[in-house]
């Protein structure tokens, strides 16, 4: 499993501090807090476009299939966040990226905090909203992630998901409330937006127990009550965004193979959540079958079960490397056969990992540049019915 966001890790990101993170320790104080007494909410919740059907998204009413990009570094910038990868011209991509198209995009904690001042400053966050809003786009914010990576630089175990998501871990530049605090300011602030097409809590999260300082996979064991954490997290957090946005979608955000919490029959259980409109899966295989990963937990397992929940299932993100190992305009035509062969088995959209403005064709990346060849099938592959 790759970890969300798989963009290179600025010097910011110095791995010192996501050892320490890692394993919880360090010298800051943990609390549990309340919203922060500066922290108000914003205008009263825009009209929900989308909605969702057992047989798919649909927009204004209308079937809907988007096809589109994630976007990890959008909130990106320099004077006034740690940021995440390069900064990006986001009039560019919102005038370039198809109409009717999703862009799914990093919205963590810590890029809406200022670096210097240690205070929240929405400025880089803002803009993102107002660029889409100004090129009548859609788009899905990501208000957390499980590795912490351009974000609070905690790798979120089994206690985070039972409580610590309501306590307060004060770190510079990155975080001034709980993650549960950190829900309502950015739903409270946003849900005004009419660029909003639903909100997803975490990126691929993961109740799993690390056994070392360091939170790589090999490292890690799963809970026997992994699913039972999750599926309560998922129950409760999700209460937040229904309470203060109860028209828009709660996406679910997981990998959806064989993760801890969700392997098995363990997606089924989880996704019953009725804080769980969208479920989602994560298609890194680069298999030439549109449905990998076996029996168990691959996607054609997931597509019966997101059917059997009345579910729509969103490939949320769909990545195959390019550049010096495979040309881009090959990595296109084995993108639109993975991608047409989930559709046809009955997705309900693809999200492709990832844009950057700053292509590296020297090397062997998920990246995709402003000129890459995969901006046609994305303009191809979205329908509006």
């Known amino acids: 499993m790759v970890a969300f966001p798989r963009v290179r ?17 360090g ?13 108000t909410m914003g205008a009263p919740a825009a009209e929900a476009v989308v909605g969702a059907t057992p047989q798919g998204l649909t927009l204004r009413g209308r079937p809907w299939w988007p096809a589109g990009f994630n976007g990890p570094q959008f909130a990106t910038r320099y004077s006034v966040n740690f940021g995440c990868g390069a900064e990006v011209n ?37 803009a993102v909203f107002a660029a889409a809003e100004r090129h009548g786009r859609m788009i899905l914010p990501v208000l957390g992630a499980q590795t912490g ?46 660029a909003v097409a639903g909100w997803e809590l975490i990126g691929e999260p993961e109740p799993s127990i690390c056994r070392s300082s360091q939170c790589d996979l090999r490292v890690r064991t799963c809970p026997k009550d992994a699913a039972q954490v999750l599926r309560t997290f998922m129950d409760e957090a999700g209460r937040i965004p229904r309470e203060l946005d109860p028209a828009r979608l709660i996406f679910a955000g997981y990998v959806g193979g064989s993760q801890c919490g969700t392997a098995g029959e363990d997606f089924r259980y989880v996704s019953q959540s009725p804080n769980v409109d969208v479920v ?11 449905l990998p990963n076996g029996p168990n937990s691959g996607l054609g397992r997931r597509l019966v079960q997101a059917r059997e929940l009345g579910k729509p299932l969103l490939v949320a993100e769909i990545g195959e490397n390019a550049g010096s190992c495979e040309s881009l305009d090959e990595r296109r035509t084995r993108m639109e056969r993975r991608i047409s062969g989930q559709r046809a088995a009955g997705s309900a959209g693809a999200l492709i990992w990832a844009f950057v403005p700053d292509p590296r064709p020297d090397r062997c990346t998920y990246d995709v540049g402003p000129d890459d060849p995969l901006w046609s099938l994305v303009a191809a592959a979205t329908t509006l019915g």
């Open 90 to 126: 986001l009039d560019d991509f919102f005038s370039k990226v198809p109409e009717n198209s999703l862009t799914r995009f990093t919205m963590f904690q810590a890029l809406a905090v200022n670096k210097n001042t240690g205070v929240l400053d929405f400025t880089a966050a803002d």
């Open 27 to 39: 010298p800051h104080s943990v609390v549990t807090t309340s919203l922060p007494q500066q922290v």
């Open 280 to 290: 989602e899966y994560h298609d890194y295989s680069e298999a030439d079958t549109p």
């Open 149 to 194: 990576d351009c974000g609070d630089e905690i790798f979120k175990q089994r206690q985070w998901f039972v409580d610590g998501w309501t306590e307060f871990t004060p770190i510079h530049g990155r975080m001034v409330m709980s993650f549960s605090d950190w829900l309502r300011t950015a739903i409270g602030r946003w849900r005004s937006s009419s």
């Open 9 to 25: 890790i600025l010097a910011a990101l110095a791995a010192t501090a996501l050892l320490a993170a890692c394993s919880h320790s």
